[in-house]
């Protein structure tokens, strides 16, 4: 079945540190990414959805400064967290999709700056 | 903000014991889809509902959709401790758009 590569898996770093997360459709190309974060004990939010070649949508609150969002291809899209602090410790995943077709994801990413 | 909310936001049982969630929505739903997951880890596909009324079954886990699209429910029977963990419906709300629902923490007491 499809498959959506995240890379890393985790990551630890220094507060200041810009981060950059990747999301790889293996095998389709996904015309629609999507990023969500998780923090402990809390749902999966949505952050911002992706279409390729276009500006993302971001979710209200999400500061699209700080999480910078690429969807250069079809089959990869990239989130990069910029000047990264404590509190932006969370686990983050993508998914991605093809037209209407069910979304397929990632298997996250568990980003600890410290 | 989260359109999708789950009842209970938390649930303890012992093992052995039924248990039902539920996922609720103010809009119709196109597409009604059923997570596990444990915090810090990918996502389990459970389910998928798409009709008015559906109801599908996966081992001890029944989960049905409503006639008007707008409630789901989770029914796991004879719960186990295998089955511990977060509980999550996700839905295509606005046509581009999939959010998820605000989650059920699932604890089975072996």
């Known amino acids: 079945g499809a498959v959506v590569s995240q890379h890393p898996s985790r990551v630890i770093c220094k507060s200041g540190t810009s981060v950059k997360i990747e999301c790889r459709s293996l095998?389709?190309?996904?015309?629609?990414m999507f990023w969500y974060r998780q923090f402990p004990k809390q749902s999966l939010m949505l952050m911002a959805t992706s279409n390729e070649g276009s500006k993302a949508t971001y979710e209200q609150g999400v500061e699209k400064d700080k999480f910078l969002i690429n969807h250069a291809s079809l089959t990869l899209s990239t989130l990069t967290v910029t000047s990264a602090h404590p509190e932006d410790s969370s686990f983050y995943i993508c998914?991605?999709?093809?037209?209407?077709?069910?979304?397929?994801f990632g298997d996250g990413t568990r980003l600890s700056i410290l | 903000s989260q359109e999708l909310e789950q009842s209970p936001q938390s649930l303890i049982v012992q093992e052995g014991k039924n248990l039902t969630i539920n996922c609720t929505s103010s809009k119709t739903l196109y597409g009604l889809y059923w997570y596990k997951q444990k915090y810090g880890e990918g996502l389990i596909f459970l389910m998928m509902l798409q009709k008015g009324g559906e109801e599908k079954s996966h081992e001890k886990i029944t989960a049905k959709l409503d006639e008007k699209k707008q409630q789901s429910s989770l029914h796991i029977t004879a719960s186990q401790p295998s089955h511990a963990g977060i509980y999550l419906c996700g839905a295509d709300l606005t046509g581009n758009q999939f959010y998820f629902g605000t989650g059920t923490s699932l604890t089975v007491i072996p």
């Open positions: 095998d389709f190309q996904a015309t629609t």
């Open positions: 998914s991605a999709r093809r037209g209407g077709q069910p979304q397929h």
